[in-house]
Nanobody, 124 residues
């Protein structure tokens, strides 16, 4: 069982930055690939970024490549999403998720555990 709690969301102007954090419980955190997803009102939950269980290898949606960076600290059971040059279209609820796999996956159904989400709002 893994419990995930996100933090760091908020309101920011276009061009600004935010850093999301996700704290995980459980002793097997380093066994899980981690991902960030987002969901805007009336839309499906979309993949944003993922990182391998051991860290070091990452993958991003085209829409955030070059602006967002995912990282993790397995010693502290934390995963981060640094978001730079934010745009109004980045506005959504952001979710942290854990997949029981060593490898990156972009598929929602591959992720077994989810956080409650944190709101990110980017004003123009």
């Amino acid at each position: 069982q893994v419990q995930l709690v996100e933090s760091g969301g908020g309101l920011v102007q276009a061009g600004g930055s935010l850093k999301l954090s996700c704290a995980a419980s459980g002793r097997t955190f380093s066994s899980y690939a981690m991902g960030w997803f987002r969901q805007a009102p009336g839309k499906e939950r979309d993949f944003v970024a993922s990182i391998r269980a051991s860290g070091g290898f990452t993958y991003y949606a085209d829409s955030v490549k070059g602006r967002f960076t995912i990282s993790r600290d397995n010693a502290k059971n934390l995963v981060y999403l640094q978001m730079n040059n934010l745009k109004p279209e980045d506005t959504a609820v952001y979710y942290c998720a854990a997949a029981p796999s060593q490898f990156i996956t972009t598929t929602v159904s591959d992720y077994r555990y989810w956080g409650q989400g944190t709101q990110v709002t980017v004003s123009s």
